[in-house]
């Protein structure tokens, strides 16, 4: 917290189990949490895993809601990667209908809490259906369903071609757009 607060960091992520609550890891979440916030920090609780796509009732039940009713979070960020899953190679179509239904279900289940997601640069070149069933990509529907997103766009350049600025510029895009703000990860 107090290397955040010397370097100007305004929001930071804490990876939180399932079932926090009941989680070992409770004790230093807590401590964490209300250090930041105290310090003026926004905190938000980060989790994901690509079977997340398929499970969304028990993401929302034995992750959403624990985190939730901690009451140590100001928001709520996802990297939930569906890409990782087999059926991405073999039924893309099914595999991201089923990811927006899973933010869907979180944004539904978030009450006053923000929800973010972590994207890769190129979700712009992945089709998906808006939810009239029309023609559109995936990182636009992910932000309509979002407060904002994180664009892992990681290069070592933020200029030049390759560069950071260079392959995130889609989503740069899409965010001005929608008007949601998009983050972008850099190499370090």
């Known amino acids: 917290v107090d ?13 939180v189990p399932p079932n926090l609550g009941t989680s070992s890891q409770l004790p230093d979440i807590t401590t964490l949490s209300q250090r930041a916030r105290a310090a003026g920090i926004r905190v938000y609780a980060l989790g994901g895993d690509p079977t997340w796509v398929d499970n969304p ?6 992750w959403l809601k624990p985190a939730k009713s901690s009451g140590l979070f100001t928001g709520i960020h996802t990297d939930v990667e ?5 059926a991405w190679t073999t039924d893309q179509s099914t595999v ?3 990811y927006l239904s ?4 979180l944004k539904a289940n978030a009450a006053s809490h923000p929800i973010e ?3 890769p640069f190129w979700f712009g070149t992945v089709a998906a259906k808006t939810s009239t069933g029309g023609a ?3 990182d636009r529907e992910i932000m309509k ?13 933020a200029t030049g071609p390759d560069g950071t600025l260079d392959i995130a510029s889609t989503a740069l895009a899409a965010g001005a757009s929608l008007g949601k703000p998009v983050r972008l990860c850099q190499e370090t």
């Open 145 to 157: 369903r979002t407060a904002g997103v994180t664009v892992m766009a990681y290069r070592n350049t």
């Open 3 to 15: 290397l955040a607060v010397s370097s100007g960091v305004g929001q930071l992520f804490i990876a």
């Open 136 to 138: 559109s990509t995936l």
């Open 102 to 105: 899973l933010l869907d279900k």
């Open 57 to 62: 009732g028990w993401v929302v039940t034995y």
């Open 82 to 86: 569906p890409y990782s899953l087999p």
């Open 96 to 98: 991201v209908s089923n």
């Open 117 to 119: 997601s972590d994207i």
